[in-house]
């Protein structure tokens, strides 16, 4: 089955579906607040959380929405809106999944996708409706020139390549 940025170049439809799991660590909080100033102490403080409800500290809403822009910038989807209902805690060392369906794409290739963030025990974190414009024909080919060339600029295929580079010494 083609990968993300293989199935953007061959042209997204309605109905396509993307799927992708994430584990965010002590780390990943501690360099999203960095990034995004955001010190809330109900991220780091187990005294703060537990006085809000939560049993320890939780991660950033927006660090476990990212999932959303990790598959978009897989396939190529240029944002221009986001809707995100945050409908409970995401812990440090706690699987979550993302399920997005692209549900609506018009002829100029401005589209729509809902997408829903559980964890492990099936319970929803986030629901988002994403807006936004898919690749169209040019982008598509330049998408398909990318691949042909290893697909350089792309994080997620340097970072493959690093992994399965350290499996084979």
């Not at 955001?38 to 005294?47: K, T």
């Not at 049993?55 to 190529?76: D, N």
Request: glycine share 10%; proline share 5%; hydrophobic share 40%.
């Amino acid at each position: 089955m083609p990968g993300f940025r293989e199935r953007a170049a061959e042209g997204l439809q309605v109905g396509d579906t993307f799927r992708i799991s994430r584990t965010f660590t002590d780390e990943d909080v501690i360099r999203f607040a960095r990034i995004s100033r955001d010190y809330n102490p109900v991220h780091f403080d187990a005294r703060f959380a537990e006085a809000r409800n939560f049993p320890a500290p939780i991660c950033h809403g927006l660090l476990a929405a990212s999932l959303v822009t990790e598959i978009g910038g897989q396939i190529g989807w240029l944002a221009s809106a986001m809707n995100f209902r945050f409908k409970g805690p995401v812990y440090v060392g706690e699987t979550i999944t993302c399920s997005w369906v692209i549900t609506a794409i018009d002829p100029k290739g401005r589209a729509t996708a809902s997408v829903t963030i559980t964890r492990e025990d099936g319970v929803t974190v986030i629901e988002a409706e994403i807006g936004g414009v898919v690749p169209g024909p040019e982008e598509r080919k330049i998408l398909n020139r990318m691949l042909s060339e290893g697909d350089p600029t792309n994080g997620l295929t340097a970072a493959r390549r690093d992994r399965e580079a350290n499996t084979e010494t």
